[in-house]
């Protein structure tokens, strides 16, 4: 069963189902899911606010990051700085890209928004100019957003914000490859 399939389970809240796809695959429930899901409790945040959309455990995840993967000689003297960088970086890595205006909705090959001229309702996604893809933040954004000038962002935070997204992308495939594991155990029992 493909772990990001099986997640869907956590967010519908349905007990029971049969796997579409293959239609011979035992059912699932709830349970079954998130009796699955990684022991460690930051990596089972991770897939259950990104796989599963339980939006509700965002607080939750921000708090087992800063706990788990704050360096302690990152040391700032401000918390509340380690706190904003690490809300970036882990929304960053939930939403890896895709333009916020158009949501990457496409049509003929690029992304659009809904006009009311009905003789043209379609338009090019200004924002990402029919991309689909979100503008990196520049690191004047980022900077402003921690509370550090550009200088030190370019001098000491850049790396770190990469270091830390490098981090939770790791972590993520090995939640990922934990819950797969466990549900085809389950499978075989
Ligand atoms: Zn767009």
Redesign the pocket.
Known sequence: MDPKRALTRLSTRITRYADTVSGSQPLLSWDDVAGALPKDPLQSLMIRVKWAGESQFWQDLLWWALQELWPKHWGTQDPRRAQRMMELVVRDWIDPG????????EIDGR???RTRDKKHPFRT??????????RARSGRDVAKHIGIDEKTWRDTWRDRFTHMEATLNSLESKALKELEKNLNDKEQT
């Open positions: 895709i333009c916020h205006r158009c949501g990457g909705h992304t659009v928004l996604c200004p924002t990402c100019q029919g991309t689909g893809i979100r």
